[in-house]
């Protein structure tokens, strides 16, 4: 029960090929896009689609995976925790990210 404190799943397509950089220590880091949608009645009964934009992180031996296995327009299954931080950009002013930083993730669908 610990691990559902903090516990984000989605199912989504990739945005974009994951961006990888290798850091210090040979460690990995991989970030890219997800967008999950959902479907609903306006309230002219017309069905829509509501899509959301996620910032996806992933360290290590899931950063790998996600280098390897998926591509812009892949579905998959993401595992992870919300995460929020801030920076101070060029300009000296202070920005805000949300972030999910995935502990599992699984291909659905490659992309065609």
């Known amino acids: 029960m610990y691990n559902l404190k903090n516990s984000v799943r989605l199912i989504g397509h990739v945005g974009l090929n ?3 950089k290798v850091l210090s220590g040979n460690r990995k880091l991989a970030k890219f896009s997800l967008a999950t949608s959902d479907n609903y009645k306006n309230s ?3 069905w829509e ?3 959301q ?3 996806i992180v992933a360290w290590g031996k899931v950063a ?3 280098e390897k296995q998926i591509s812009k327009g892949a579905e998959v299954i993401i595992e992870g925790k919300l995460m929020h ?3 101070e950009d060029s ?3 202070k920005r ?3 972030e999910i930083q995935v502990s599992d993730l699984l291909v659905v669908k490659a992309r065609n």
Do not use: L, M
């Open 18 to 20: 994951p961006e990888v």
């Open 91 to 93: 300009q000296g002013v």
């Open 44 to 46: 002219k009964g017309e």
């Open 85 to 87: 931080r801030q920076y």
């Open 53 to 55: 934009w996620h910032n």
């Open 49 to 51: 689609t509501q899509t």
């Open 96 to 98: 805000y990210i949300t």
């Open 64 to 66: 790998s995976k996600a």
